[in-house]
Nanobody, 125 residues
């Protein structure tokens, strides 16, 4: 079993930065892909960024060049550095983990199969 706990959300002005963290607890050696999703009020959940166990990353077109996903294996923590924030980045941000590949996660809309979800952290502008 794996538990994911997000933190770091908050209110920020346009153009500002935030770093989200996702602490990972449990048996994680088989987790292959981790990612961030977001869901704005009244909209479908969408993929934001993904990183696989080899360190390969992928991003949604809407955040490419502004957001950076990374992981610190020693601290069992996933990060999302968000720079140049825009009003449309306002959403609940969720950390996710899957035993499967990251295929299409970062540009997904709506349902995307993952094995574990965090409860989310809110980012507002």
């Amino acid at each position: 079993q794996v538990q994911l706990v997000e933190s770091g959300g908050g209110s920020v002005q346009s153009g500002g930065s935030l770093r989200l963290s996702c602490a990972v607890f449990g048996v994680t050696y088989s987790i292959y892909c981790m990612g961030w999703f977001r869901q704005a009020q009244g909209k479908e959940r969408e993929g934001v960024a993904a990183i696989d166990s080899d360190g390969s990353t992928s991003y949604a077109d809407s955040v490419q060049g502004r957001f950076t996903i990374s992981q610190d294996n020693a601290k069992n923590t996933l990060y999302l550095q968000m720079n140049s924030l825009k009003p449309e980045d306002t959403a609940m941000y969720y950390c996710a983990a899957t035993y499967d590949y990251c295929s299409g996660l970062a540009n997904s809309f709506g349902y995307y199969p993952v094995d574990y979800w965090g409860k989310g952290t809110l980012v507002t502008e």
